[in-house]
């Protein structure tokens, strides 16, 4: 089945503390991006990467870091998280460009303290 | 920068009424996506609008694309309990064709 996964689902933390969260796709997508979102605000893209170690800042990087090892992942990382980093975050793919159809995942709710 | 704004924010109907969400763009767009995101669940591709003035239906949904390609509307036809959720539409951002321009949803809530 094409999707797209992420891990955990649900993620309760305290600040400071590094963490990940794990994005993969099998639908062999070029394109890959992580997104936030918040009440009111809607989708708000954090980074995006067009192909293998390729990877670009998008509205709000600040506090994130991602990588692009492999076509089919592209974890989001953490190094040092705060409170206003508690949201629900949603990785997506498409097959070329950003503007392409995107396939989201099922999300991650993370909760910083 | 290129903006796209989305309304109502919520929208509150009694089942079997009709619903509309509106998204207007500060610039001419190529074309226009919109998706649905029901409660708990992530963003689904719906349609993509490309031609001016051009319309879309699948089943009670209703998708417009403006004449000018600035603006577009979805139409929901008797709401049912199914429909519930936000929808987003997407647009594409004219600087760079590796993003989206979201709107900030509209979310369809269903009266008791």
């Known amino acids: 089945e094409a999707q797209v996964t992420q891990n955990p689902r649900y993620l309760i933390t305290v600040t400071g503390k590094k963490l990940t969260v794990t994005c993969s796709q099998n639908?062999?997508?070029?394109?890959m991006s992580w997104y936030r979102q918040d009440p009111g605000l809607g989708l708000r893209q954090i980074y995006y990467?067009?192909?293998?170690?390729?990877?670009d800042k998008g509205d709000v990087p600040e506090g994130y870091k991602v990588s692009r090892k492999e076509k089919r992942n592209f974890p989001l990382i953490l190094e040092s998280p705060s409170p206003n980093q508690t949201s629900l975050y949603f990785c997506?793919?498409?097959?070329?460009?950003?503007?392409?159809?995107?396939?989201f995942g099922p999300g991650t709710r993370l909760t910083v303290l | 920068g290129q903006q796209v704004m989305q309304i109502p924010q919520y929208q509150h109907v009694q089942e079997g009424e009709d619903f509309t969400t509106y998204c207007n763009s500060s610039?001419?767009?190529?074309?226009i996506q919109w998706y649905k995101q029901r409660p708990g669940g992530h963003p689904v591709f719906l349609i993509q609008l490309v031609k001016s003035g051009e319309v879309k239906k699948q089943k009670r949904l209703t998708f417009q694309f403006g004449e000018a390609k600035k603006n577009s509307s979805l139409h929901i036809t008797a709401t049912q309990t199914t429909d519930v959720g936000t929808y987003f539409c997407?647009?594409?951002?004219?600087?760079?064709?590796?993003?989206?321009?979201w709107g900030a949803g509209t979310k369809l809530i269903i009266k008791p």
């Open positions: 610039t001419t767009l190529s074309n």
């Open positions: 997506a793919s498409s097959w070329d460009f950003g503007t392409d159809t995107q396939y």
């Open positions: 997407a647009e594409e951002n004219m600087d760079s064709n590796y993003q989206l321009i």
């Open positions: 639908m062999n997508h070029e394109y």
């Open positions: 990467s067009m192909n293998v170690e390729v990877t």
